[in-house]
Structure formats: C-alpha cells, structure tokens
C-alpha cells in the first residue's frame, strides 16, 4: 500500500522558517514527480510545487517562488518543502502527493493526510 | 477568484443524479489540458475521483463520471448516496501561469 506521512508542521512567527517532510513508502519513490499542495483554514486546494524524478527540475506558484524550496532525497524516500520568510498568508495544511501522468498533464495520487501549519505573531 | 469556476454548492435526494461544472478558459480546459477530480470528505485529505477528463482510479465506483467539452468539464454522481457529501475540485494546468489551477470547490449535500 502506498503510504505518504507528512511532518514538520507547527506555530511559526512571521518571517520565519520552517522545513516540511514527507516520507513515501509503498512505492517507488525515485521514479515518480511529487507535489506540495495546501489549504488554508476553510479555503480550496493550492498547487504549492512539485519536483522531478531525480530532483533536476522544479516549478512553484508565483505566490512561494523564491520563498519556498521543494527538494528531495530518493536514498531515503522522502520529499521536503523548506518553507523561508513565512507570511500569514501561508497558514494552511500542507499535503504531499504522487504526481502521475506527464508534464503538464498530470493529477496526484495519492495524498498525505497533511501537516498543519500556522504563522502568527 | 479561482482561474476554474465550480458553483459552490449543489444537493439533491438520495438515488438522485447531481452534476458539477468546471468551467476553464482556451489556455486551460479549451486548450487540451486534462481536467481532474478529487473528492474532499469532511476532515480528511483529498482524493483522487477522475483523472484525465473520464477515468477513474481503481476502486472509484462506476456512480461517478466525468466529461469534458469545449472550456469546461463535469463531474456526474448517479444514485447519491449519504457518504457522498463532501467537497468536489476540478483541477487542470494553466500554461500562462505555469502552475496546476483548482477550481474553488463545490460542497455535495444529500438532502
């Protein structure tokens, strides 16, 4: 069974930092694409990045671009979003998926069961 | 604003038939990029309805199916059932954004 557990979650001042983990298992994680998403409190769903098989390529929405570094480490099955300069704005629950399909084209599946976080002073 | 326009909700009796409309634009759904569906129960993560356009993953039952026409696409649920209420996202890919885009959201109630 494919399994996706996100972690690192947490109370955040603005402007600060804080990195997001999510550990695969069940799958060949080295040979998928894989997604960040969030959802703000009561809000829909935010494509947030996603990352190539073998990490080469990258994509962010404009909103975390430049902020936000997705990233990851396939010896160990895992996906990171190192999040920078924290706003408000970015309080939400934070899901990693699998990506599948092509460039462009592709849906996720399955999802993690998220990690909250909040930024407040 | 979402980029997709879903209304925000929709109802119907149990067995009924209940549609949701994705509407996009030529540079998204218009242009040929694949339309999917994900379905949000109440305090759980989403997951994975219909993907490309009609498909659907493996142990979706056959009550639900998806279309795509011209700049939009629909999610259909025949025979409604109870469990079925939750919240329903299309998601496609905006080029002009570089980014995937998610509808707003459509809330399914059984009345």
Known sequence: EVQLVESGGGLVQPGGSLRLSCAASGISFSTYWMSWFRQAPGKGLEWVANIKEDGSEKFYVDSVRGRFTISRDNAKNSLFLQMNSLRAEDTAVYYCARDLGSRRQQHSDPWGQGTLVTVSS | ?111
Do not use: M
Request: hydrophobic share 30%; aromatic share 10%.
């Open chain 2, 1 to 111: 604003q979402s980029v997709l326009t879903q209304p925000p909700s929709v109802s119907g009796a149990p067995g009924q038939r209940v549609t949701i409309s994705c509407t996009g634009s030529s540079s998204n759904i218009g242009a040929g990029y694949n339309v999917h569906w994900y379905q949000q129960l109440p305090g759980t993560a989403p997951k994975l309805l219909i993907y490309d356009n009609t498909n659907r993953p493996s142990g979706v039952p056959d009550r639900f199916s998806g279309s795509k026409s011209g700049t939009s696409a629909s999610l259909a649920i025949t025979g409604l059932q109870a469990e079925d209420e939750a919240d329903y996202y299309c998601q496609c890919y905006e080029p002009s954004l570089s980014a995937y885009i998610f509808g707003g959201g459509t809330e399914v109630s059984v009345l």
